[in-house]
């Protein structure tokens, strides 16, 4: 996600823009920029990398009278990571500057119509769009810089938090928000607005929130806030009792339950423009220029590390039953110390959200020395992986800070399900089927918050569970993955001993670990396997072990079997996946809580492990 910021006041603007800025890296980001406005001048400054970076090159403007200003870090979503693609972005005058963060889907038809009205485009990214759409409402309409917002955001579709400063009037800001979030603090003749209360905090604790909708007027005499056809709102200030530590997990206690808590919006991200349920097709822009040669696959090659080689692994159930491809899904490690054959029409896919995983590059490297398409799953824009790839598809999620990948995880599962349809649709998928299938998809996001609004009984169970030293997480089809990645989760952040295993495979060996000390987590959702599972659930609790099952709601039979039961909402089985997780991930959580471990930072581990 990007950061932005806004001053406006008495002080010398750079020095609390550079600040501000500073307390938003924990959001991640690969470039900052600032615009700041005087009485006769401005100055903007961008840089590829760090904030400090930035600094250096706004050390030069001492004192200048530069006391309004706008600032960005920028986590790509559009366009390369370059100078050029960095906020604030500009319109042809030079005159309006803004800042973004968010994601404008109708950015291309947009920029072609300013294009074709002679408007000049200097970079890659939809934000651009915006500050010519302004240029264009003000200049149309001879309106003043609040009215051109206005315009301009009836013409745009999507997501912002967004901030316009206009040179010709240094005592003005106007922000707005839609979906991405926006804070204003008031302090003694200055504000700063700013996308979470962490720059705010040093200032004042005294803040308003602007909602989805909303378009707030700042200058030194005050602020008015109003709806986008412009009646006026009157929202009372709160204060804001935070350091900035607890700003930056909000009220999270931890960046794991907030990355929980975003999986249904990480979902609702990497799917936002990609669906078209009308056609029952997949919509996946970052694939140009493959799609014939994805129309011929033969087979499937995924490779990839830890949650998301899970990920891959669910996604192998949907691509075989859904679009009849053949996929091997392998850990990238061991790719590059097989032989792996890839034959004509082969497919290599590599997921990572970091992009960055030297041994999910390493076998990307061993699949283009094979010449086949190589395309990538990848959170972090312009990351290696994402680069040396013919092709891929970005995840959209913002920076997952906690070590233990869980929003990514969900999200790369929703991709694997767009890819299933994309490739299913090329194949023999029926159009019926591709849009049954979208159309459940987009109802997921929703019934993933109906799951995590029960949370706490999950910490219930955690407590109970706690004191365990072992567990088995059992899983069967779709499920199967999802107990490894419960087992992997729990092993990582609460360092308890966890065995995910397919239920089928109990019988061959494992159950002789089975006894009231080495409780079983069973996902047994009423689908295709579901009396397979139960019998399962019998084998345990007939060796005395104890059953905390996933069942899916209304299910009457699993709770006369297990000791726990925790109910899910019912959905196409193959996209169950993205809701048994939740529970397991919770209770990881609860229980590296309950037993006093490191959350964020699990002792031994690296969010990115880019050694071999
Ligand atoms: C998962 O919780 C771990 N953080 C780890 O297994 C991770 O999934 C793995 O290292 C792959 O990382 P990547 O997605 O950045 O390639």
């Known amino acids: 996600m990007c950061g932005i910021i806004g001053y406006l006041g008495k002080e010398e603007a ?5 600040d501000g800025l500073k307390t938003l890296e924990y959001r991640g980001y690969d470039s900052a920029g600032f615009a700041v406005v005087g009485k006769s001048n401005f100055v903007i400054e961008k840089s590829v990398g760090k904030v400090a970076l930035l600094e250096e090159k706004a050390a030069k403007f001492k004192k200048n009278g530069f006391n309004t200003g706008i600032a960005h870090t920028r986590w790509a979503t559009h366009g390369k990571v370059t100078e050029l693609n960095t906020h604030p972005h500009s319109d042809c005058s030079n005159n309006i500057h803004i800042v973004h963060n968010g994601i404008i889907e109708n950015y291309k038809e947009l920029k072609e119509k300013l294009i074709k009205d002679n408007h000049k485009f200097v970079s890659e990214t939809d934000t651009e769009v915006v500050a010519h759409l302004i240029e264009k409402a003000m200049k149309d309409g001879g309106i003043q810089l609040e009215d051109a917002v206005r315009l301009a955001l009836k013409e745009i579709r999507g997501t912002y938090g967004l901030i316009a ?11 707005a928000r839609n979906f991405s979030p926006l804070i204003l603090g008031i302090g003694k003749n200055e504000f700063i607005i700013a996308s979470d209360a962490a720059p705010i905090l040093k200032f004042t604790k005294d803040v308003v929130y602007i909602q989805d909708g909303e378009i707030i007027e700042i200058t030194s005499g005050g602020y008015r806030i109003s709806t986008i056809d412009n009646d006026t709102i009157n929202r009372t200030p709160q204060y804001l009792d935070w350091d900035t530590s607890t700003a930056q997990k909000d009220t999270f206690s931890h960046f794991m339950i907030k990355e929980i808590s975003e999986e249904p919006d990480a979902v609702r991200n990497s799917l936002r423009g990609r ?7 997949a919509v996946l822009g970052g694939l140009k220029g493959a799609e014939k040669n994805i129309g011929r696959i033969k ?7 830890g949650t ?41 896919l590599a997921i990572s959200q970091s992009g960055e995983t030297a041994d999910t590059l390493a076998s990307l490297y061993e699949a283009k020395e094979k010449n086949i398409l190589t395309l ?20 959209h999620v913002g920076p997952e800070i906690s070590v233990a990948s869980t929003k990514t995880f969900v999200s790369q599962v929703a991709i694997m399900a767009l890819l299933t349809i994309y490739i299913g649709r090329k194949k023999d998928m029926s159009m019926v089927m591709g849009r049954r299938i979208s159309s459940e998809l987009l109802k997921i996001p929703e019934l993933m918050e109906k799951v995590l609004s029960q949370a706490q009984i999950i910490k219930k169970f955690a407590k109970v569970y706690s004191s365990y030293d072992n567990f088995f997480y059992i899983g069967r089809k779709y499920n199967y993955p999802i107990a490894l990645e419960g087992a992997l989760k729990i092993k990582e952040v609460a360092y308890v001993h966890a065995e995910g295993y397919a239920s089928g495979e109990l ?12 409780p079983s987590i069973v996902i047994a959702p009423q689908d295709s396997v579901y009396e397979k599972t139960l019998s399962g659930i019998e084998e345990i609790k007939a060796r005395g072990g104890k059953v905390f099952a996933i069942a899916t709601e ?14 899910i909402p019912k959905t196409l089985e193959m996209l169950t996946p993205l809701l048994s997780i939740i529970p397991l991930h919770l209770f990881a959580y609860y229980v590296a809580v309950a037993r006093g471990c490191d959350v964020d930072k699990p002792r031994n581990l690296a969010k990115s492990v880019t050694v071999e």
């Open 554 to 567: 209304g299910d009457g039979e699993i709770a006369k079997l297990a000791d726990s039961v925790f109910y």
């Open 376 to 395: 990538g799953i990848v959170n972090v824009v312009g990351s290696t992986i994402s680069r040396e790839t013919d092709a891929g598809i970005y995840q």
């Open 507 to 518: 019988k061959h060996g494992p159950i002789a670990l089975i006894d009231k000390g080495f």
């Open 275 to 281: 669906l078209s349920v009308e056609d029952g097709e």
């Open 308 to 348: 998301a080689y899970l990920a891959g692994k669910v996604g192998e159930y949907m691509l075989e039953e859904y679009a009849g491809v053949p996929v091997k899904v392998d850990f990238a490690s061991e790719v590059r110390y097989r032989k792996p054959i890839f034959n004509e029409n082969d497919i290599f």
């Open 299 to 305: 087979r499937l090659h995924i490779a990839a590390c």
């Open 165 to 175: 400063v206009d040179t010709r009037n240094p005592d003005k800001l106007i922000a």
């Open 14 to 18: 750079i020095p609390i823009l550079i």
